[in-house]
């Protein structure tokens, strides 16, 4: 009776260290994403994901801006509109197929518009989030196209809009709702994971 108790009790304090250590695990995998994406967009010249996937800048770029908005800091967003326009104009579209070219210039131009409402409106923060509706749309088709190059998470919060719903793309599994901000930050669902 008394090994019954002492197995009980331990299997216990396993499972509860266990999910104390998951959360802090949680949080450094977190830190080390931001970090995988800082560096991409610091030095897109020397990052492998870059020669594999044209649009690994792109991607970078559009990630800061969603992390911007989540953070309700419209000049990050803006600053990241900026770095997101001219990742696209450096995308080496002679990598892509015709049918890709193809796909990446019906797609681009709208997105390059998207990106530039953001970056010029960094005081109407309820602006940029409508553009972000909109450029999230945009590089989830190219994703589609060019592949991620990196473990992505299509997210969905159906409030937005007057719960008329809307789409971003995040490297993180937690939610962040680049809509809501700081009022409701964990509002959404995971709806796709991309590899």
Not at 73 to 91: I, R, S
Not at 104 to 112: G, K, L, N, Q, T
């Amino acid at each position: 009776m008394n090994r019954i108790f002492s197995t009980a009790l331990l299997t216990t304090a396993i499972s509860w260290s266990a999910c104390t250590d998951n959360s802090a695990a949680s949080t450094k995998n977190t830190q080390a994403s931001a970090d995988t994406v800082q560096m991409s967009t610091s030095n897109p010249n020397t990052d492998t994901a870059v020669q594999h996937n044209p649009l690994a800048g792109v991607t970078a770029a559009y990630l800061d801006m969603k992390n911007g908005l989540a953070g309700d800091n419209g000049n990050e967003a803006a600053a990241a509109g900026t770095k997101f326009n001219t990742a696209l104009d450096q995308v080496n579209k002679s990598v892509m197929s015709a049918d890709q070219r193809k796909s990446f210039e019906d797609i681009a131009d709208d997105a390059r518009e998207m990106a530039e409402h953001i970056s010029t409106n960094a005081g109407k923060i309820a602006h940029q989030r409508e553009h972000f509706d909109m450029l999230s749309k945009d590089m989830y088709d190219l994703l589609k196209v060019f592949g991620t190059g990196q473990h992505l998470y299509e997210d969905y919060c159906p409030m937005y809009n007057n719960n008329k719903g809307a789409i971003w793309l995040s490297e993180t599994k937690a939610i962040k709702n680049p809509y809501m901000g700081k009022q409701q930050p964990d509002c959404g669902t995971v709806k796709e994971e991309m590899k």
